[in-house]
């Protein structure tokens, strides 16, 4: 929230301060006159020049169309939208923890925060892509949380960006970012494409820097058709080995060699945070508290049992010993006794 007054309406909307802005326009605290505190959040977008006028209009309103339709505990849900005064504009619930961009910009986060934001995602992502809803815009930005430290995915398809269009500009280098190796090439995108693009905010969640971190746009999307992502261990030396293997498929180049779903993904992406060769204790997710999660929705990992380490192995043995030798101790002492008894 940066605090500055607006005092306008749009629509049958009442805009308070504004929460922030995007390449499409502005975000802005709003509600309804006479219904109470603010607990709305409107993207306003100004209408382009006459000539691409209508195909934005009917772009926009066809997606927010679609995004109203989507229901689901982690989906940020948009509860209306419509054209004022050369404005286009999108009503959502108003969230107010922050965007996952704010978090990693602290640096990588715990890994149990990981794995749970992870969860709460791709269950948002796999809903969405049984409807036939791709996202195309997945980075931290658009993932944001409400103050019980839940994750909401936002802006379904509504911000659809060209990489042949802006390939040269800056206004590009945010979504290149996460640009798979087919979207750089200007190809139809897919639910795998909305996986890669997952695997690079996961990477980024983990290690606290992106895999690619080309200096423009065009050079960072040279990077992921061509270089093979580094492995986040190298990074982070705490995570467990196999978080590489499982970074290094979700980022494949062939979007065929990627997980067939978010939830195979998130869940391999668990597995191998809670496998046994864990060096250091997972830290347990404070702040993502338990959901309601859809059917879609694989079980937490904080549910995960967490797997006894070798250390803890090795010192149930040496208790088993210490006991077995009290007890055989115990067992010559009454027979001593015994012994000194008769005699
Ligand atoms: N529903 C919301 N509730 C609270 N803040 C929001 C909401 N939607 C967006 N914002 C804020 O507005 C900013 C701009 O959002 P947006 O226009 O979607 O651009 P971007 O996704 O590129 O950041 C976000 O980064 C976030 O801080
Ligand atoms: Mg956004």
């Known amino acids: 929230m940066n605090g500055h007054q607006v005092a306008c309406t749009v629509g049958p909307y009442e805009l308070l301060d504004r929460l922030g802005s995007g390449g499409m326009g502005h975000v802005y605290r709003a509600r309804l006159p006479g ?3 603010a607990a709305l959040a409107i993207k306003v977008v100004p209408l382009q020049s006459s000539a691409q006028r209508a195909a934005q209009r009917q772009r926009f309103l066809r997606e927010a169309q679609t995004a109203t339709r989507l229901r689901h505990p982690h989906i940020l849900p948009v509860y209306d939208y419509g054209e004022s005064n050369g404005q286009l504009y999108l009503v959502m619930k ?15 986060l715990p890994l149990g925060d990981v794995a749970a934001i992870l969860t709460q995602i791709a269950g948002a992502l796999d809903y969405a892509h049984a409807r036939g809803v791709i996202h195309r815009d997945i980075k931290p930005q658009n993932i944001l949380f409400d103050r019980g430290g839940d994750a909401y995915l936002s802006d379904f ?20 970012a996460y640009a798979s190796p087919e979207q750089c090439r200007g190809e139809e995108l897919t639910s ?17 820097t992106l895999p690619f971190q080309g200096m423009t746009a065009l050079a960072m999307m040279h990077q992921h058709l061509h270089q093979p992502p580094p492995d986040p ?4 030396p705490d995570l467990p080995p196999a978080t590489g293997e499982v970074v290094q498929r979700v980022l494949a180049k062939r979007p065929s060699a990627r997980y067939r779903s978010a939830a195979s993904f998130s869940g391999a992406l668990s597995r ?17 508290p338990a959901a309601p999660l859809a059917d879609t929705t694989p079980a937490r990992p904080a549910s995960l049992p967490p797997a006894p380490s070798p250390t803890a192995n090795r010192r149930q043995r040496r208790q088993k010993l210490m006991l077995s030798a009290a007890l055989a101790l115990l067992t010559l002492a009454t027979i001593a006794a015994l012994l000194l008894t008769l005699l």
């Open 233 to 236: 261990c190298t990074l982070r």
């Open 272 to 288: 191998a945070l809670y496998s046994p060769a864990t060096p250091a204790p997972l830290l347990p997710s404070k702040s993502v």
């Open 94 to 108: 108003l969230v107010e923890g922050g965007t996952l961009a704010d978090r990693i910009a602290q640096g990588p």
């Open 192 to 208: 795998a494409s909305d996986l890669y693009a997952l695997g690079v905010v996961t990477f980024e969640m983990l290690t606290g």
């Open 157 to 176: 398809g509504v911000a659809q960006h060209d990489p042949r269009v802006g390939a040269g500009g800056s206004s590009f280098i945010g979504t290149a």
């Open 35 to 37: 219904e109470g505190p």
